[in-house]
């Protein structure tokens, strides 16, 4: 007779990193969507999903405004999750022009892979 443990039963569909797919070493992850919705004037909202992997990584989220100055940043050490949601403060109110979020997946120091994706702010209109 198997003995009755006092764990619960772990259900996959809750496991953060159950994709149907087993989850990936780290040489093999990938950044597999990147969405980003300025809210205001000064968050942006982000959303990062990567492929699942067995080993936790290093999960950096950069802003670059239109002038090449790092507006906000943000690094998730150990990360363990596959999908990020993530708003943003920037440090200064926004200008006209294009901005950049950079997202770096690192193990150990060493770039994996990186990504961006360019964006605006709408700004108000003047009176």
């Known amino acids: 007779m198997k003995a009755k443990s006092s764990l619960p039963e772990r259900i996959l ?3 953060p990193f159950f994709s149907g797919q087993p989850p990936v070493p780290v040489s093999e992850i990938r950044i597999e969507s990147v969405g980003v919705n300025p809210l205001d004037g000064r ?3 982000v959303a990062v999903d990567l492929t699942p992997c067995s080993q936790a990584v290093d999960v950096e ?3 670059v405004g239109p002038g090449d100055d790092e507006l906000c940043s943000v690094r998730l050490l150990q ?3 596959w999908m990020l949601d993530k708003i943003m403060h920037l440090r200064s109110e926004p200008v006209s022009g294009e901005y950049t979020l950079h997202v770096g997946i690192f193990s150990e120091d060493q770039l994996v892979t990186r990504t961006e994706r360019r964006f605006t702010f709408p700004l108000p209109e003047p009176v």
């Open 13 to 15: 569909s809750q496991d």
């Open 43 to 45: 968050r942006v909202d």
């Open 79 to 81: 990360n363990r999750e």
């Open 61 to 63: 989220l950069v802003v």
